[in-house]
């Protein structure tokens, strides 16, 4: 079973973190063309310490882009393939009596490792998925009464299917509130899909992928993303475009407070990745989308006049951002 971290690290310098963030997504881009944004989304979301989920339909590299990130970082990585017949006790772990010692002995699950990658996470059954809840939340998880901290860093990137797939169950609303932000792949344009097929006509290039930081320094790099200056107002900005996403007449589930507090440490992580100290209004603009989206659930009105539920979100919370006024002063 991984072991916690130590205490507080040191941060890294903003012109270090910067360099360091930049080799990961030029690593990671060796392996995935021509998504540029879903790359520094992914990044953005590890380095302020959040669970990052990957929704397209199957083929376009969601597990490739989870897989890339994972093996970026010289940490314990584990893969979970979510199927009907997967139990909760396998995600966890289970009490196993030992003959031995006439004792029970917790075997861990899939879930203590630095990184789980979760594929396919809405194919297994709701009592499967929750048992995710408490380990991306508290990082632990309890069994038969007892409790186990998870390894730190601990992060969630799991993909899924949209619903309308065959064999698919939605992820609940208490689920999604968990992962800090969904990014959707979509398919290559013409250019990277022919480059792709010459990259792996021989080769797999994720095969070549090599660590590019270990967890001492990601640890470094989390900690001067945790250090970045965020002002009054920016804050501000921030609560206000949730506050009007549960005033909106075409939502009926709006942004919860954790949704406020996750676009304001993404928005550090973009401003660290970006070579800044400080967070501006254009960091919130940028990840209010990936951040919200996926919280929000719109009134059957409205989905009325579009079936595609994430596309109508992403309009609205645009349409939210667009008329929030910035917020004047430090």
Not at 58 to 83: E, H, N, Y
Not at 122 to 142: D, F, G, H, I, Y
């Amino acid at each position: 079973m991984p072991s916690p971290a130590p205490g507080p690290v040191e941060s890294i310098e903003p012109p270090a973190l910067f360099d360091t963030a930049t080799r990961i997504v030029e690593s990671i881009e060796n392996v995935i063309d021509g998504k540029h944004d879903q790359v520094v989304t992914a990044l953005t979301v590890l380095l302020a310490e959040g669970h990052l989920l990957i929704e397209d339909v199957p083929g376009v590299g969601k597990t490739m882009l989870a897989r890339s990130l994972a093996k970026a970082i010289d940490g314990s990585v584990t893969r979970i393939q979510f199927t009907p017949d997967l139990l909760p006790s396998d995600v966890t772990g289970v009490s196993v009596f030992n003959q031995a010692t006439r004792e029970f002995e917790f075997k861990p699950g899939a879930v203590f490792a630095n990184i789980v990658i979760g594929d396919e996470i809405n194919r297994a059954s709701p009592k499967t998925q929750s048992a995710l809840l408490e380990a991306m939340e508290e990082r632990q998880v309890s069994v038969d009464g007892h409790t186990y901290r998870l390894a730190s860093p601990f992060i969630v990137v799991a993909t899924q299917n949209p619903v309308e797939m065959e064999g698919t169950y939605a992820l609940p609303e208490a689920q999604r509130d968990r992962f800090m932000a969904r990014i959707a792949m979509g398919y290559p344009d013409a250019a990277s899909e022919i480059e792709m097929l010459g990259a792996r006509e021989t080769a797999n290039p994720i095969d070549a992928l090599e660590p590019v930081v270990d967890l001492t320094t990601l640890g470094q790099l989390m900690a001067g993303v945790r250090a970045v200056f965020t002002s009054s107002a920016v804050k501000q900005y921030a609560v206000a475009i949730a506050r009007a996403t549960r005033d909106d007449q075409d939502i009926r589930l709006g942004a919860s407070p954790r949704a406020t507090l996750q676009l304001v440490r993404a928005a550090k992580a973009r401003a660290a990745i970006e070579g800044r100290e400080f967070v501006l209004p254009d960091d919130i603009d940028a990840l209010a989308v990936p951040v919200l989206g996926h919280r929000l659930l719109p009134t059957s009105r409205a989905l009325g006049k579009q079936h595609d539920a994430a596309s109508l979100v992403a309009e609205i919370v645009q349409r939210i951002v667009d008329a929030t006024p910035i917020p004047s002063g430090r």
